[in-house]
T-cell receptor
């Protein structure tokens, strides 16, 4: 158990809908990262938050947004869902912002299926 | 952007034998970190081993070791005394030491361990 908690584990929805994925980082970790894993694109970095502020952005679509709350949990919001958004969404956390040599701890992921 | 290539989609090894998974990367940076992650059927991403580019000595973690060839931009993972529990997807990943937030992952190698 990495200590990173993601809910829900599975999510099935329809095209055009909006969903929210939740992540609770390890106790004491200030950074949260979101990754998308799909069969065609592999594992892609979406976005990072550090202590409530956006720190880095990757290949995140405009239909997607995220935030980190004062209690450090994070939510990834996916809207106007398309079939191609079906993927495994990982959250990861670290103590700092990975500017130094730190370990990244991954949650078990949320499997999103868009029908 | 840095690219990570894993040329072996699938590998097979017998229990107690040794297997080597290949990874090459493309970068013009001198400061970076390389990782091997394991993803078992549980989907959890588990850090196997980490190598700092500035270190000449190859990293070792119990039965797992790497062959880091900086000039050749090669980072292979050797698993000794393979166990059934080693069966998983293995991902090679790169992280910049300059803008070190995102992990760039390879497409992965599926390792099958046979009794």
């Amino acid at each position: 158990d990495s200590g990173v908690t993601q809910t829900p584990k599975h999510l099935i929805t329809a095209t055009g809908q909006r969903v929210t994925l939740r992540c609770s980082p390890r106790s004491g970790d200030l950074s949260v990262y979101w990754y998308q894993q799909s069969l065609d694109q592999g594992l892609q970095f979406l976005i990072q938050y550090y202590n409530g502020e956006e720190r880095a952005k990757g290949n995140i679509l405009e239909r997607f947004s995220a935030q980190q709350f004062p209690d450090l949990h994070s939510e990834l919001n996916l809207s106007s869902l398309e079939l191609g958004d079906s993927a495994l969404y990982f959250c990861a956390s670290s103590v700092g912002d990975l500017a130094t040599n730190e370990k990244l701890f991954f949650g078990s992921g949320t499997q999103l299926s868009v029908l | 952007a840095q690219t990570v290539t894993q040329s072996q989609p699938e590998m097979s090894v017998q229990e107690a034998e040794t297997v080597t998974l290949s990874c090459t990367y493309d970068t013009s940076e001198s400061d970076y970190y390389l990782f091997w992650y394991k993803q078992p059927p549980s989907r959890q991403m588990i850090l196997v081993i980490r190598q700092e580019a500035y270190k000449q000595q190859n990293a070792t973690e119990n039965r797992f070791s790497v062959n880091f060839q900086k000039a050749a931009k090669s980072f292979s993972l050797k698993i000794s005394d393979s166990q059934l529990g080693d069966a998983a997807m293995y991902f090679c990943a790169y992280r910049s030491g300059y803008s070190g937030y995102a992990l760039n992952f390879g497409k992965g190698t599926s390792l099958l361990v046979t009794p």
